[in-house]
């Protein structure tokens, strides 16, 4: 069970529920479970099998480069926030 | 092309000949012909004092100055600073100062700060930003640079 | 001279804790860099060299119908010529950028060489080797290249236009993953919602609107671009690049020219300044395939146009933004739509403009919209901070506002907004410990602020900055030597004095004197991955990795000296440089006795360390600025400037003072002067310095520094980034100062002299 932050492009396919607990052993898996909720949400969030480019996963604030394979730990709050170089 | 020119100079201290195309400035000669590549280019057109060097005992940048026209000339380039007793006090306190970051300003501000000194052994804060006014850096925002020339100031002045 | 560069109390503290660290060492390769004898990159000379020029797009926007280089292959001297044919198709490619994903490499690609179309005036279409740099720029004139101009689009508003030239037929807007149904300029749209808007702004008492502008600006690091390429004939290429990050390079030219990493060494030279800058790739692949075609080495150095042409700049940028506050100067609300300008090929920084925007303060309601918008200009680069100054400056300048409308003292509005650890930022992740309020109150309470200012025309300003840094990949390579001396190898390049930032780190764990810690940087064959020299990271990231190989090196130091005792481990310590025994009986030895009978029998000792740390804090930074504004010329002279900045732990100060300073005059430059100007047809017209107006040493005060610290727990010294957040403030503090001088507002940068009469005039 993870907390999962929709992204706010995305609160049009949720009818504005912007936060909200889903069952998942991985990232991977909490995205499956949003799908089934809000279909349609997946293909926003993942392309070809790999976590959409440019979105980064941020799960309890730090940068989980496993992305989809990720195991979230149980309670824990996960983000898509947009990927970002430094200069 | 045209024929190459015969060149001789005394190039820190020592007797120099050279061949160089008429159209080759001195910061081309310096570089390329002569292997000394201390003396940098930033911009190629007299705008930021990467290139300086002390012709005759001026100040120039070497970038807007022909090869060709310095037979019989003087120069002096970052590479002859160093004397037999080790660093010159400007290097020594551009170094005590942290007075560079990338450095690639550092050898024309060295050679400016010496063509200043010899000129005006006291110049003041203002003296410094107004003489360096022709010498571009990007890095430090001056403030270290101007306090490392003040800093050799009494220096050379002992040395003397 | 005015009293300047002090360190903050907690300075004393660490003095008594650390021995290295805090200490103002002479750099390790300071002497290379005052005699002259660093080589950077144009001073690469390789026997048998040849030199390549590139030719360039005399248009903004130009279908490129033919080439043809026969007349310059005929040309005495000229040993190979290329074009974008000569790279390796890259339609259906991709390049992987680590956290940023897969992307396409076409733009990759073409931004190096244009193939079928040009996208900025300077944009490459060919270039040519020769023996002599005269003989190259020679022949790209008798290169011939058919064009079909087209009308370009200059400015990022006018390039959201529905009926806008397109800069790329087939560029449709994103959405995270939703694409527009009609082709667009707008590359990219992200948004970040927090809290509730409407009910923000009813909380309100005031509530302002505004627009602000800034014109695209240049990095202006005074080394221009170069690199040089050696390609054998079994397929091994050597490159000599002045660069923010050789593995960058290496990763890029990999995939632009498809060839093995593997096959690939990039050797960093000496860098003159970067910036962000030297992080793309442009004349290396171009030296690289030249270098092929002619069997022999190719130099490729840029000269001043062409950097200002086809480089670097960062984007010119339109914010809007709305505020409500209480009566009190509590922010209730703030919505903005932020639109970046990428340049040719999609990709401005306009989310790092979005996620620093607001951080420096706990706002409930904020909603960001942030579009990423293609013009015809060169493709953007990071630039100190990428993204912050844009964004930032509209916060700063508004809460100005705000202060002189309610009366509110400009630092206490900060001091009661000011994010502390755990506030959620806007796009969602909470801060970490940050120094915002101890940066503040510093500023507050400095000798500067409390000084009144007097005096027609003459106003102070303030503005603070936030910078979020960056962690990264970073390795080094330790090795003991004989003498008790440890050589470092360093992926990172050394832009500023990073070679003893890092050193000292390692010196300190082992209590030797940093002269002793000898530090290189190396080339990509010779060390662990190492990512660029940026985001503020080196002296974090890199640090870091050489704290962990002084770890590595005392415990296998400890391991041996209790082996030579015959004692437990455990009864064995390191400080100071000196071994002893813990039990007793006070055996001790130095490091350098130890490392001499280590050496002699053969044992090795060293280490080899990678770090991806995460936890880089954030920089925070408050600055003071008083200013003159002449009114008949518009002129803003800088009176007196002071720089606050929480440095988590100042490992070499003279270095943090440098960054402050350096990023608070480029910050000035910015400001006033620096700007890029095109002509109708989209042609630059200042690409010089004289055109393009730096600061210079005239145009200054000396900048002092206030050095805070608020240890970074992320880190084992406490370290977080400097570089980027000087750059932060300056634009709104004199924006700001020139408001209180003279009772302007100015929102669209640079605040040139004729900008600032005209404000006068339409004033009065
Ligand atoms: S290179 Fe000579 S002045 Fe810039
Ligand atoms: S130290 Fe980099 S330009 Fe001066």
Known sequence: MAIVHIPALLHSLTGDVRKLEVEGRTVGDLIDQLELLYPGIRDRLVENGHLRSGLAIFVDGMVRREALEYEVPPGSEVLFVPAVAGG | MAAKVHVTATLNGEPVEFLCEPRQSLLEVLRDELKLTGSKEGCNNGNCGACSVILDGLLVDACIVLGAEIDGCTVETIEGLMGSDGLHPLQQTFLENAALQCGICTPGFIMAGKALLEKNPQASEGDIRHWCAGNLCRCTGYDKIVRAIMDAEPQLEVKK | MNPTQTMAPAQTEVEQKYKVIGTRPIRHDGVDKVTGRAVYGADVQLPGMLHGKVLRSPHAHANIKSINTAKAEALYGVKAVMTAADFPDSGSRTANLGELGEVPLKPMCDNVMASDKAVYHGHAVAAVAATSPHIAEEALGLIEVEYEVLPPVMDVLKAMDEDSPLVHEDLYTDELGEKSAKPSNVASHTRHVKGDLSQGFAAADHVLEREYRCATVHQGYIEPHAATAMWNPDGYLTMWVTTQGAFTVRTSVHQILDIPVSKLKVIPTEIGGGFGGKIPVYGEPVAAVLSRKARRPVKVVMDRTEVFQATGPTSGSYVKLKMGVTNQGRITAAETMLAYEAGGYPGSIVALGGICMFAPYNIDNTTIDMYDVVVNKPKTAAYRA????????????????????????????RLLNGAKEGDIQSHGIPHPRIGCIETTEAARDCEHYQTPLEGPNRGRGVASGYWVNAGLTSSVTARLNGDGTVTLQEGSTDIGGTRTSIAMQLAEVLGIPVEDVVPSVVDTDSVGYTEVTGGSRVTFATGWAAYNAGQAIKSQLIEQAADLWKVDKDQVSLADGVITTTNGDSRSMTIKELAADLSQKGIDVGSRETVTPQNHGGAYATHVVDVEVDPDTGKVTIL???????????????????????????????????EYFYNEDGLLMNSSFLDYRMPTSLDLPMIETIIVEVPNPGHPYGVRGVGEVPIVPPQAAISNAIARAVGVRLGDLPMSPQTVVKALSAKS
């Open chain 3, 386 to 413: 990428p993204g912050a100054p844009n964004s930032e400056f509209a916060v700063e300048c508004m809460l100005d506002e705000f202060c002189e409308r309610l009366g509110l003292d400009p630092m206490e509005i």
């Open chain 3, 640 to 674: 007196r400037y002071t720089a606050v900045q929480d440095a988590g732990r100042a490992i070499h100060p003279s270095y943090v003072e440098g960054q402050m300073q350096g990023g608070v005059v480029q910050g000035i430059g910015w400001a006033l002067n620096e």
